[in-house]
């Protein structure tokens, strides 16, 4: 066996695979980039896409277009997909998406420029593009945004029997979906029946007797965070979507639901990261410095604070030169701390965990960790310092200061995402520059302070 083919029998983008698909790409061996990627999942794909640099994946794009399909524009991370549209041939682009679900469509379409958006609806069948057109009406980041316009429905009435035939004789079904919608004489959902229910049931039962608990809807309207949330909250394979007048316009599946969560989690990682919410591995350094530089900025007039109150003991440490040495261990510290407790701040937040009526109790305990913390800490490092130094009123010092750092740290990392929240930005927004901000200033004034009083 060549080593060739050993590489396409295996499965995922190894970094062999990786290897040998630029190796081809630069040798122009347009069959032999299609034999390597023809065994790899979409995902991959778009992996490999993401991962290679912008003149290798044009490259590759004009060698291999034949082998991005719909489920491949579907995975391609949003900052590189229109630079990928652009390069495919428009018969690629056509059938592509006319491939794809239409909220996937409605999911590609989202982040491209008009243009493009025109070139990929005329690729649609007139139905297809009226349904896209349709949902792209609904608000940016609404359920009507998330749903797919393809629904199987069956009249509340019908018996299992009757359900199946109607299955077995559709000439179109999605390619994936879980329930099937019962609905009233004017299109509104009354609950759903899952196709195992249907299939283990007696041909003479009623679909109402055997519908499921989990039945819920959602307005086009709502948040799709509010979605996500209630498909994580209570189990749901799928959800029924409704007008305003409650009327059947589509369904949300859960890998659309879980794929909201996952942006929201890597949304509220970035922020606190301070590098922007759509930052990519595969951005170019301008665009890179374009979301960074701003929050460091930020930082730098936040770090500014903390030196002008060092310099307000510009005397304490002239005299005592050994605080200079020790003074990053208590600021430091309380800012991990900080961070401790922001991130199961803005987690629980995210997740709904915490909310008014819980808040007293978690930023008690919080309270109550942050003194226990300062306490722990404040033996170790006072005991050391006093050790190290041969200074008992030094140890002291830094075991005061500590404590009061943890304190703040604590209180720092609930209530600063706790305030944003209230005031209706997102939680993770600069949090992360507030709380070391805030235990950088508080760690150094009650060191410096402490160190003012009690060793001068």
Same mark, same amino acid.
């Given at each position: 066996?060549?080593?060739?083919?050993?590489?396409?029998?295996?499965?995922?983008?190894?970094?062999?695979?990786?290897?040998?698909?630029?190796?081809?790409?630069?040798?122009?061996?347009?069959?032999?980039?299609?034999?390597?990627?023809?065994?790899?999942?979409?995902?991959?794909?778009?992996?490999?896409?993401?991962?290679?640099?912008?003149?290798?994946?044009?490259?590759?794009?004009?060698?291999?277009?034949?082998?991005?399909?719909?489920?491949?524009?579907?995975?391609?991370?949003?900052?590189?997909?229109?630079?990928?549209?652009?390069?495919?041939?428009?018969?690629?682009?056509?059938?592509?998406?006319?491939?794809?679900?239409?909220?996937?469509?409605?999911?590609?379409?989202?982040?491209?420029?008009?243009?493009?958006?025109?070139?990929?609806?005329?690729?649609?069948?007139?139905?297809?593009?009226?349904?896209?057109?349709?949902?792209?009406? #609904?608000?940016?980041?609404?359920?009507?945004?998330?749903?797919?316009?393809?629904?199987?429905?069956?009249?509340?009435?019908?018996?299992?029997?009757?359900?199946?035939?109607?299955?077995?004789?559709?000439?179109?079904?999605?390619?994936?979906?879980?329930?099937?919608?019962?609905?009233?004489?004017?299109?509104?959902?009354?609950?759903?029946?899952?196709?195992?229910?249907?299939?283990?049931?007696?041909?003479?039962?009623?679909?109402?007797?055997?519908?499921?608990?989990?039945?819920?809807?959602?307005?086009?309207?709502?948040?799709?965070?509010?979605?996500? #949330?209630?498909?994580?909250?209570?189990?749901?394979?799928?959800?029924?979507?409704?007008?305003?007048?409650?009327?059947?316009?589509?369904?949300?599946?859960?890998?659309?639901?879980?794929?909201?969560?996952?942006?929201?989690?890597?949304?509220?990682?970035?922020?606190?990261?301070?590098?922007?919410?759509?930052?990519?591995?595969?951005?170019?350094?301008?665009?890179?410095?374009?979301?960074?530089?701003?929050?460091?900025?930020?930082?730098?007039?936040?770090?500014?604070?903390?030196?002008?109150?060092?310099?307000?003991?510009?005397?304490?440490?002239?005299?005592?030169?050994?605080?200079?040495?020790?003074?990053?261990?208590?600021?430091?510290?309380?800012?991990?701390?900080?961070?401790?407790?922001?991130?199961?701040?803005?987690?629980?937040?995210?997740?709904?965990?915490?909310?008014?009526?819980?808040?007293?109790?978690?930023?008690?305990?919080?309270?109550?960790?942050?003194?226990?913390?300062?306490?722990?800490?404040?033996?170790?490092?006072?005991?050391?310092?006093?050790?190290?130094?041969?200074?008992?009123?030094?140890?002291?010092?830094?075991?005061?200061?500590?404590?009061?750092?943890?304190?703040?740290?604590?209180?720092?990392?609930?209530?600063?995402?706790?305030?944003?929240?209230?005031?209706?930005?997102?939680?993770?927004?600069?949090?992360?520059?507030?709380?070391?901000?805030?235990?950088?200033?508080?760690?150094?004034?009650?060191?410096?302070?402490?160190?003012?009083?009690?060793?001068?």
């Amino acid at each position: 066996m060549t080593e060739e083919q050993a590489i396409r029998e295996e499965d995922g983008l190894e970094p062999e695979r990786v290897e040998a698909i630029l190796e081809a790409v630069e040798a122009g061996d347009g069959a032999g980039v299609t034999r390597l990627l023809e065994p790899l999942h979409a995902a991959d794909i778009a992996d490999l896409l993401e991962q290679i640099s912008p003149s290798e994946r044009s490259a590759l794009l004009a060698l291999s277009s034949g082998e991005i399909d719909g489920d491949v524009l579907s995975e391609i991370d949003e900052s590189i997909r229109e630079e990928v549209i652009e390069a495919l041939p428009d018969n690629v682009v056509a059938d592509a998406v006319r491939e794809l679900e239409s909220d996937d469509v409605v999911d590609i379409l989202e982040d491209l420029d008009a243009p493009q958006v025109g070139r990929i609806l005329s690729a649609l069948d007139r139905a297809d593009r009226v349904a896209v057109e349709q949902a792209l009406s #609904y608000p940016e980041h609404s359920a009507g945004r998330l749903m797919q316009r393809e629904v199987v429905v069956a009249p509340a009435h019908w018996t299992v029997g009757e359900a199946i035939d109607f299955l077995r004789g559709a000439d179109h079904l999605p390619d994936q979906f879980y329930h099937v919608i019962l609905t009233d004489p004017r299109m509104k959902p009354v609950g759903y029946v899952t196709l195992g229910r249907i299939l283990s049931s007696a041909r003479e039962a009623r679909l109402t007797t055997i519908v499921e608990d989990s039945f819920r809807t959602v307005e086009a309207a709502d948040p799709e965070a509010d979605v996500a #949330y209630i498909f994580n909250q209570y189990h749901l394979i799928s959800c029924p979507v409704v007008d305003a007048d409650g009327r059947l316009v589509g369904v949300i599946t859960i890998d659309d639901a879980m794929n909201v969560l996952d942006e929201e989690h890597e949304e509220d990682m970035l922020l606190l990261a301070g590098v922007g919410e759509e930052s990519s591995i595969s951005d170019g350094a301008l665009e890179t410095v374009k979301q960074r530089l701003p929050w460091l900025v930020v930082n730098l007039f936040t770090a500014s604070i903390s030196a002008f109150v060092i310099s307000q003991f510009e005397s304490t440490i002239a005299a005592l030169v050994s605080l200079a040495a020790v003074m990053p261990i208590v600021s430091s510290t309380g800012g991990i701390g900080g961070t401790q407790s922001l991130a199961v701040a803005v987690r629980a937040l995210a997740t709904r965990d915490l909310t008014a009526s819980n808040a007293k109790r978690v930023v008690l305990r919080e309270l109550g960790a942050g003194v226990m913390n300062g306490l722990g800490l404040a033996l170790i490092l006072g005991f050391g310092g006093a050790l190290v130094y041969g200074d008992v009123r030094l140890g002291i010092v830094l075991g005061l200061a500590m404590i009061t750092n943890q304190i703040v740290a604590a209180m720092g990392g609930v209530l600063v995402p706790l305030s944003l929240e209230r005031w209706g930005l997102d939680p993770a927004l600069a949090s992360g520059t507030f709380v070391t901000t805030l235990t950088d200033v508080m760690g150094y004034l009650a060191f410096l302070g402490l160190a003012t009083w009690l060793m001068l």
